[in-house]
């Protein structure tokens, strides 16, 4: 049985920093709404650990907490966010 994440919203549980926590999960298509990023960047993001984000089949799913702390982290959104780590 596998889940279409344009309307299933599953509860995801984590406790553990950089991990998703007990919130709704919402489809990237729903986050760059939220955002004003493109469903693609966002998935790119979750690729590459910028995002929290969980690929559930094909679809990815994140929370609205997710894609606030994203946003709100401007070390995130740099460009190169290891550029400060050397």
Do not use: C
Request: charged letters at 30%; aromatic letters at 4%.
């Amino acid at each position: 049985m596998g889940l279409a994440a344009t309307n299933v919203r599953a509860p995801v549980t984590g406790l553990r920093k950089g991990r998703l926590e007990d919130e709704e999960l919402i489809p990237l298509s729903e986050a760059a709404a939220l955002s004003g990023l493109t469903p693609e960047h966002l998935a790119w993001l979750a690729r590459k650990g910028r995002l929290r984000a969980k690929k559930v089949g094909r679809d990815w799913l994140t929370t609205k907490g997710a894609v606030l702390e994203y946003l709100g982290n401007s070390f995130m959104r740099s460009q190169n966010p290891r550029k400060n780590l050397r």
